[in-house]
């Protein structure tokens, strides 16, 4: 948790987090945020049950993506039904029309649309690109596919995004991630993943 020096009213200093600042989302913005989740990871659910299989169950390559879009789902859900339960509806059907002069999405907006349009691209990617090449060092057969081609420079970009640290560390933080995260499916669970 970040947390920012502020004063109070003796002058002297004081740390508080940023939930203090931040109002917390209306449930207005927690039934969009859900409906759109939700919609991420029924996609997410279909791609990963349309891919090939050559195998069975335990080594089918769109099992991951199964499970984390249905645990995105379950998510969604569990946040759609707060954010319904905390008068999102009621407040829906207040809401009067805009005339849409002066309308301008937030900070926050602009970034969640552009994160949700990387997610798609790299969705597409993925079930688009597919090869796989390997080397053998010693006797160790090494592979690396387009899973971890295309995974690396999109984590990259979101790590930019949003924590904002150079392209250098976010690109070595994506690197590290995404190839251990091969590495353990690939050799541990011994499981395609996406493009191989």
């Known amino acids: 948790m970040s947390q ?5 009213g003796d ?9 203090a600042v931040v109002a917390p989302a209306s449930p207005l913005m927690n039934l969009a945020a859900a409906v759109l989740l939700a ?16 195998g069975d169950l335990s080594s089918h ?11 995105l789902l379950a998510m969604a859900l569990g946040l759609g039904v707060g954010a319904v339960r905390d008068g999102a509806l009621r407040d829906l059907a207040s809401r009067r029309p805009r005339d849409g ?5 937030s900070e926050e907006g602009r970034r969640t649309a552009t994160l949700v349009a990387i ?15 390997g080397a053998t060092v010693g006797s160790v057969e ?20 949003f924590w904002k640290r150079s392209w250098t560390r976010c690109a070595a933080v994506a690197a590290a991630v ?19």
């Open 119 to 133: 997610i798609v691209a790299y969705v597409v990617l993925l079930d688009r690109i597919a090869f796989e090449i």
């Open 61 to 71: 390559p769109g099992l991951l993506p199964v499970l984390v879009g249905a645990s």
């Open 39 to 54: 919609a991420i990871a029924v996609v997410a659910v279909v791609l990963g049950v349309k891919l090939p299989n050559p």
């Open 142 to 161: 090494l592979r690396i596919g387009s899973f971890e081609c295309v995974s690396v420079p999109v984590l990259a970009v979101i790590l930019r995004l």
């Open 4 to 8: 920012r020096p502020r004063t109070i």
């Open 101 to 105: 002069a002066g309308w301008r999405p």
């Open 11 to 19: 002058g002297r200093p004081r740390l508080i987090g940023e939930e």
């Open 178 to 196: 995404v190839l251990a995260l091969a590495a353990i499916f690939r050799y541990v669970f011994v499981i395609l993943l996406p493009g191989s």
